[in-house]
């Protein structure tokens, strides 16, 4: 008898009649003996009516009345499925992250999970219930509603299977599992049967949207066997697991691309010590993310800065860069949206050499100029004009040959 979390997406539960077809599978998985926790997130377009609805109030909604409004699609879909598997004539418990003691920090919104209180859980479990944990949701120490923003589901039903020591974690969606490229944009894009953590996180990371990155970290650290599958079809998905031998014979796992970018540019700042911090500290302070990081030196001690930040949290920056600009003396501060970053990925990078020079000719080739770039030892990525990605997308798919398994490998 094992212990497995499942995780259900948006599109899975998106009516009635899906949310029950859910309750379905789960009880299939439970009649086989196993103990069930599922985790579910709001119904498809409910999380956006309540942004909207949010936005009509404030024109920059408070954080945590937004955190407040936002938990209330996963509760009504909790409620509805524990309902659903009672129907059927089983035992079933609805718990919000608030009940189960999902602490996080004080970042609403965006915030982190910090522990996990199992006891409630493990009880309802012994005494042969179906638990089914609100996603997306947590509370802080002094009992604050926080959410973990955009695809918090995914790290909810992980952190709670490593805190529950489950067996495996399966995260249902409407793809089959993790593709070498978005399936949109290329049609020869391939599903992969397993894939490394490293090569998740980095593709989690870089705009692949099948699992949140603080998902795929969660599963490293704790060695969590990650299932990624379509709720709509019985076919076997993507395995996410630890690095093994084979997966190095790939020269590229998969491509990837985020349109959830922007450039800032600093001219002319003063080459001094302690400048970086004046001009990166109060954007760390505000909650924004900062990728890529360029300095070009200039004539007479001075500077350009240049670095990428998302696009949700453009404006913002931008104000406080110009902040910023103006104490430390800088010429001027300029900025774009209109950027997406390309990737390539794969864990045989770190064996084999002219991977980067391939991704840059091919680019060169379709007449695509590279604005930014920032590599790992497993990753390669470029910034370019945004009205190229899908062109790139494709370009490099092909050249890789990431369409056929038996020609991507070394």
């Known amino acids: 008898m094992a212990?497995?979390?499942?995780?259900?997406?948006?599109?899975?539960?998106?009516?009635p009649?899906?949310?029950?077809?859910?309750?379905?599978?789960?009880?299939?998985?439970?009649?086989?003996?196993?103990?069930?926790?599922?985790?579910?997130?709001?119904?498809?377009?409910?999380?956006?009516?309540?942004?909207?609805?949010?936005?009509?109030?404030?024109?920059?909604?408070?954080?945590?009345e937004m955190d407040v409004l936002l938990s209330t699609g996963e509760q009504a879909t909790v409620a509805l499925f524990a309902m659903a598997i009672k129907e059927a004539g089983y035992e079933a418990v609805s718990l919000l992250g608030d009940q189960v003691k999902i602490i996080t920090d004080t970042m609403h919104t965006k915030a982190r999970i910090q522990s996990i209180d199992t006891d409630l859980i493990l009880r309802h479990l012994d005494q042969g219930r179906v638990v089914t944990v609100a996603g997306f949701q947590g509370i802080t120490e002094d009992n604050d509603?926080?959410?973990?923003?955009?695809?918090?589901?995914?790290?909810?039903?992980?952190?709670?299977?490593?805190?529950?020591?489950?067996?495996?974690?399966?995260?249902?969606?409407?793809?089959?599992?993790?593709?070498?490229?978005?399936?949109?944009?290329?049609?020869?894009?391939?599903?992969?049967?397993?894939?490394?953590?490293?090569?998740?996180?980095?593709?989690?990371?870089?705009?692949?949207?099948?699992?949140?990155?603080?998902?795929?970290?969660f599963a490293k650290r704790y060695k969590v066997p990650l299932h990624v599958r379509s709720t709509f079809t019985n076919t076997e998905g993507t395995w996410v697991v630890e690095e093994d031998e084979s997966m190095e014979s790939m020269l590229v796992s998969g491509v990837t691309y985020s349109k959830n970018e922007a450039r800032i540019t600093v001219s002319k700042v003063p080459d001094t010590p302690g400048t970086a911090s004046k001009i990166?500290?109060?954007?760390?302070?505000?909650?924004?993310?900062?990728?890529?990081?360029i300095q070009n030196?200039?004539?007479?001690?001075?500077?350009?800065?240049?670095?990428?930040?998302?696009?949700?949290?453009?404006?913002?920056?931008?104000?406080?860069?110009?902040?910023?600009?103006?104490?430390?003396?800088?010429?001027s501060v300029t900025g774009s949206d209109n950027i997406a970053k390309i990737s390539i990925v794969g864990v045989g990078m770190r064996n084999h050499s002219g991977i980067a020079t391939?991704?840059?000719?091919?680019?060169?080739?379709?007449?695509?100029?590279?604005?930014?770039?920032?590599?790992?030892?497993?990753?390669?990525?470029?910034?370019i004009e945004e009205k190229y990605t899908e062109l790139a997308v494709r370009a490099l798919h092909e050249a890789f040959a990431l369409d056929r398994a038996e020609l991507a490998n070394a």
């Open 3 to 15: 212990l497995i979390v499942q995780k259900f997406g948006g599109t899975s539960v998106a009516n």
């Open 17 to 64: 009649e899906k949310i029950k077809a859910v309750a379905n599978r789960v009880l299939s998985c439970k009649n086989e003996g196993h103990r069930m926790v599922v985790v579910l997130s709001a119904m498809a377009g409910e999380t956006n009516r309540l942004v909207s609805l949010a936005n009509q109030m404030q024109a920059i909604p408070d954080p945590r």
């Open 145 to 217: 509603i926080t959410t973990l923003g955009r695809g918090g589901s995914d790290t909810t039903a992980v952190a709670l299977a490593a805190a529950l020591a489950a067996d495996q974690c399966e995260i249902f969606t409407d793809v089959e599992g993790v593709y070498t490229t978005d399936p949109n944009v290329c049609a020869a894009a391939r599903k992969i049967d397993k894939i490394s953590y490293e090569e998740m996180l980095e593709l989690a990371s870089l705009g692949a949207k099948v699992l949140d990155i603080r998902s795929v970290g």
């Open 280 to 293: 990166f500290w109060p954007i760390s302070d505000a909650g924004i993310i900062v990728d890529m990081i």
């Open 297 to 331: 030196t200039r004539a007479g001690d001075m500077t350009d800065m240049t670095f990428t930040v998302p696009r949700t949290d453009y404006k913002k920056a931008l104000t406080i860069v110009q902040k910023v600009a103006e104490e430390i003396g800088a010429e």
């Open 358 to 383: 391939t991704m840059f000719h091919v680019l060169a080739k379709e007449g695509i100029n590279i604005m930014m770039i920032s590599t790992s030892e497993i990753k390669v990525s470029c910034v």
